[in-house]
Nanobody
Framework: QVQLVESGGGLVQAGGSLRLSCAAS????????MGWFRQAPGKEREFVAA????????YYPDSVKGRFTISRDNAKNTLYLQMNSLKPEDTAVYYC????????????????WGQGTQVTVSS
């Protein structure tokens, strides 16, 4: 089992950057595939990025490809999401998640979730 706590959200102007962090408890962080999702008000939760156990392989939807970068530090039990060139449509609560399926964009493939961190991008 793993517990996840996100941080790093906030208010930023369009074109700006933020780096989200997700601290994981437990000794098995490196055995999980990890992902980031987001949920805007009135919308379904959507896939943002995923990374394999070692950090060698990453996956993104077209909406964030080239702007967002997912990474992980297994020695620190921490997952990151670097977000650049932010747009107002990136405004959402961002969640990190842990699962067993490499590179999955499906919510159901992730067993553990953090509480979320708010990201607001002003125009």
């Amino acid at each position: 089992q793993v517990q996840l706590v996100e941080s790093g959200g906030g208010l930023v102007q369009a074109g700006g950057s933020l780096r989200l962090s997700c601290a994981a408890s437990g000794r098995t962080f490196s055995s999980y595939a990890m992902g980031w999702f987001r949920q805007a008000p009135g919308k379904e939760r959507e896939f943002v990025a995923a990374i394999d156990w070692s950090g060698d392989d990453t996956y993104y939807p077209d909406s964030v490809k080239g702007r967002f970068t997912i990474s992980r530090d297994n020695a620190k039990n921490t997952l990151y999401l670097q977000m650049n060139s932010l747009k107002p449509e990136d405004t959402a609560v961002y969640y990190c998640a842990a699962g067993a399926i490499l590179g999955s964009s499906y919510i159901s493939d992730y067993a553990y979730w953090g509480q979320g961190t708010q990201v607001t991008v002003s125009s």
